[in-house]
């Protein structure tokens, strides 16, 4: 009788399942990046309520916040960000994957609770940062271990669930601003955060350490066990576990760890050593990856999308001073669709080509922008914002969370990705503290979009010639280049 051949490996409902809890945390960073957007003027006393309903309650309506304030009060969240990013990958690399999202969802917890008991604006800008410590370490640990639980031919699709899950966490929190953002009911909106946080530790409690994390760590019989469970007890998993250098013994991964991780006879050799943060920047081998994430990271912010998520509502309120918390929850929405149906492109035409139609649209919808406010013209307004977050959505917004593990081995995944974010938090944060204080400097009439348009066109020319496309490439040397250029020698 002949055994039915093994399948190819396959979506699972494990695997929807796994995704689905380690995106949670990129959901509550997205929550938490906006969750003072629609409720800002509340906040901080300057109106009782942004719609017309009304209610009575006894807990404090508000906390008197001037502009400079309120702008730390929301900055200071990219800050635990940075923190959080910066310790996170070396902590994953060394502890594994599962540990570190565990440990943000204390974070996630106690921030959100802070925030939204706090009697004054020291007890929310604490709160605040602890949740950007959570976020900040989620978003380095989770697309990792997205990465590495994903099918290998559809890791681009499946990392853009970081990005559409942010997107679902903005829309949650929008969507909530414009129902709560009334007397005191904006610290349920914060609160909510906190539920969020418990919902994924206990989703995490039946969540396994990632098989990569294992395979390099040498719990191999370990590693091919949970790499089975998540493709399907059908599924041919050996052809995927070489690509971690894995030999199969001839009993189906039964057999003795050490020749279970042993590799094969022609790349004999000890097992590299993980590097740390500063080691990964000095080291010849690892700078090219570290200059390409870092400028996709700086290209994500500094095209201006956070100015959009963050501060909408105030920015868009002299041109559509009853629209703007519905223009928010609009933006919200049609930058989650469009991640979602955009989310196969970058499988199908590239990274580098969704990073480049990314960039070229956002310059376009910066100056539409620019046009559109400078004149008081509603309907351009409008439809560039839309426009303008539709282009973050086709590149710029799932792309980078992707490109560390396909630029760099799994010895380097966690501190090049930890160079990534922090870069990426340092340019949310100057964007958070001094768009709102630039943007008045310059009259509070679009102009600042044009500097936007500019830095869109400096970044498309720095992707363009710094970032290597990775989809379709089967080794590190065939992404660089150095494939060919050993054969040439």
Known sequence: MVSPTPS????????????????LGPLQFGFHLAELNAPQAVVTCEKKSITLANAST??????????????????????????????????????????????????????????????????????????????????????IFVSEIAPPQSRGFFGAFTQVMTNVGILLTQTLGYFLSRDSLWRSILG????????????????????????????????????????????????????WKVVLSAEDGTGEEESLLSPPSQHAGPREPSVTILTVAMDAQYRPAIIAVVIVMLAQQFTGVNSIIMYSVSLLQSTLPTAAPLLAVMISAINLVVTLACSPLPDKI???????????????????????????QKILSALASLFFVASFAVGLGPVPFILASELVGPEAVGATQSWALSANWIATFIVAQFFPVLNEAL???????????????????????????????????????????RRID
């Open 58 to 143: 006894q807990l404090p309506q508000c906390i008197q916040m001037n502009a400079s304030q309120f702008g730390l009060v929301s900055s200071i969240y990219t800050l635990g960000g940075f923190l959080g990013a910066l310790v996170s990958g070396p902590l994953a690399t060394r502890s594994g994957r599962r540990l570190i999202l565990r440990a943000t969802t204390a974070f996630f917890v106690l921030g959100s609770v802070a925030e939204a008991l706090s009697p004054n604006i020291a007890i929310i800008a604490l709160g605040r940062f602890l949740s950007g410590i959570g976020a900040g370490a989620s978003i380095v640990v989770g697309p």
């Open 443 to 485: 009259g509070g009439t679009g102009k600042i979009y044009w500097i936007f348009a500019a830095l869109a066109a400096l970044f498309g020319f720095l992707i363009q010639l710094k970032v290597p496309e990775t989809n379709g490439k089967t080794s590190l040397d065939e992404v660089w280049g150095r494939a060919e250029e």
């Open 192 to 243: 909510v955060g906190a539920a969020l946080g418990a919902a994924e530790f206990f989703g995490l409690l039946f969540v396994p350490e990632s098989p990569v994390w294992l395979a390099e760590h040498r719990h191999g019989s370990e590693a091919l066990r949970i790499l089975q469970r998540i493709r399907g007890k059908d599924a041919d998993i050996e052809e995927e576990a070489r690509t």
């Open 8 to 23: 190819r490996s396959k979506v699972t409902p494990y695997l929807i399942y796994l995704v689905f809890v380690a995106t």
């Open 350 to 376: 590239g990274r580098k080509t969704c990073l480049l139609l990314s960039v070229i649209g956002m310059g376009s919808g910066s100056v539409l922008l620019a046009i559109g406010i400078s004149v008081g």
